[in-house]
């Protein structure tokens, strides 16, 4: 069995760090490469810019770390979404290992 993933997207870079920073002295996770995405109505946000941020470790871990990143970012810009996987699919483990910032 995979280990359980938990994301949480927040709006802007300085979010994401305070929520990371949060959710990693909260509990016993490893962190993945932050995802960035430019929504299609950047010009109408306050923060133009989505940040999600992967969590990993046990359920219990990962639950404890998104909660306290997401009491984080609301005090930063805000939480958009978050969503933990207990269990990885191998398939959708590939997808989660993509991110915005590969070259390939």
Known sequence: MGKAVGIIEVFGLAAAFVACDAGCKAADVVVENFDKNKPGNADELEVPLIVAVKFRGSVSAVEAAIEAA????????????????????KDTEKMLKLNAFDKN
């Open 70 to 89: 997401r009491d984080a970012a609301e005090k930063v810009t805000g939480v958009i979404t978050t969503h933990i996987i207990p269990n990885v699919e």
